[in-house]
């Protein structure tokens, strides 16, 4: 998704809701999701939360500029973590994560977390 060159095809994937099956196999040439510098990925969480990319017979690639979005415009609760990418292997070569529109009530953070991919982190506000 996108390109290397930041001034020219970009290119955003959107993961809308928590039903999309988005997955692949190990078989053939180097499985991978590759997100490219001037690319987006943006889940649109719905009320059930978010789909996940299942590319756990593969890795997963995020360039330096890319961006992992989650809206939560849709979810209203409760405190959940998700994972949105699940993968043998992240290349975190400097992702940029977003999160925007989550209920005042919650503190929502994407994170790379070892052994389970990318994860969406939605927790209850400290009162």
């Known amino acids: 998704v996108g ?27 180097s499985p991978f999701f590759w997100l490219r510098a001037s690319g987006t990925l943006e889940f649109q969480l719905d009320d059930k939360g978010a789909a996940t990319m299942d ?20 979810y ?7 994972v949105l990418v699940q993968a043998s292997d992240i290349r975190n070569e400097g992702v940029k994560f977003e999160t925007l529109n989550f ?17 969406l982190r939605i927790k209850d506000k400290k009162q």
Do not use: C, W
């Not at 590319?55 to 849709?74: H, I, P, W």
């Open 3 to 29: 390109n290397d060159d930041l001034m020219s095809q970009t290119g955003t994937l959107v993961v809308s809701g928590s039903q999309p099956t988005i997955m692949t196999h190990a078989k053939g040439r």
């Open 55 to 74: 590319y756990k017979n593969a890795y997963a690639r995020f360039s330096k500029g890319s961006v992992v979005r989650a809206d939560g415009k849709n």
């Open 76 to 82: 209203k609760g409760p405190a959940k973590n998700f």
């Open 103 to 119: 209920s005042e009530k919650f503190e929502a953070q994407i994170v790379v977390e070892p052994r389970r991919g990318v994860v």
